[in-house]
């Protein structure tokens, strides 16, 4: 059984930093690509970044409006993707969700699994 | 970047009744390996989003087949044969034939 589950997230100041996981079981993490998302309150959904897989060159593309502040990575031997989050802005208060990516493979099993995602609030 | 245009915006339907979906990209979704990298999203209040159709068409394990997905190229419709009670939420759209990734702005269903 595929399980994602996301953690990390807290009430922060602006300008600092948090560092998000993402902790999967259920499929074979290091073949997979992985995207990071977000939420604000009230709003719709965002595509926040992303990280290849390692036969993908483990590159990473993110959201201008996090490009330079945010840094994904990931653990192979732990099946976890890691989002570090810095010069946090008050605009960066959402719930943040994790999934695997379709990038290297078909849209069948991508985008599949979601957890209950890690709420981050940006507040002084 | 790929806008994503979904309508209407909101839905209010009685039980038993169908409910049409669109979403419309603002450039190709079909990719050059032939297959379209558009998705259909659920997000019922208070839960994270569920994956409802991939491919355009294809049902994800344990959607309930009142759910079908439909189109090509930049238009695409999700339709409900019999909208229930528990179908209510917000609907997104998706694709992933390009970064960045986008969503349609959402369509919220709700029950007469």
């Known amino acids: 059984e595929v399980q994602v589950v996301e953690s990390g997230g807290g009430l922060v100041q602006p300008g600092r930093s948090l560092r998000l996981s993402c902790t999967t079981s259920g499929f074979t993490f290091g073949a997979e690509s992985m995207s990071w998302f977000r939420q604000a309150p009230g709003k719709g959904l965002e595509w926040v970044g992303f990280?290849?897989?390692?036969?993908?060159?483990?590159?990473?593309h993110y959201a201008a409006s996090v490009e330079g502040r945010f840094t994904i990575s990931r653990d192979d031997s732990k099946s976890i993707a890691y989002l570090q989050m810095d010069s946090l802005k008050t605009e960066d208060t959402a719930v943040y969700y994790c999934?695997?990516?379709?990038?290297?493979?078909?849209?069948?099993?991508?985008?599949?699994?979601w957890g209950q995602g890690t709420m981050v609030t940006v507040s002084s | 970047d790929v806008v994503m245009t979904q309508t209407p915006l909101s839905l209010s339907v009685t039980p038993g009744q169908p409910a049409s979906i669109s979403c419309k990209s603002s450039?190709?979704?079909?990719?050059?390996?032939?297959?379209?990298?558009f998705f259909w999203y659920l997000q019922k209040p208070g839960q994270s989003p569920h994956l409802l159709i991939s491919?355009?068409?294809n049902r994800f394990s344990g959607v309930p087949d009142r759910f079908s997905g439909s189109g090509s190229g930049t238009d695409f419709t999700l339709k409900i044969s019999r909208v229930e009670a528990e179908d209510v939420g917000v609907y997104y759209c998706m694709h992933s034939i390009q970064l960045p990734r986008t969503f349609g702005q959402g369509t919220r269903l709700e029950i007469k």
């Open positions: 450039q190709s979704l079909v990719h050059t390996d032939g297959k379209t990298y």
């Open positions: 999934s695997r990516d379709s990038y290297g493979h078909s849209p069948i099993d991508s985008f599949d699994f």
């Open positions: 990280i290849a897989s390692k036969a993908y060159g483990g590159t990473t």
């Open positions: 491919e355009v068409s």
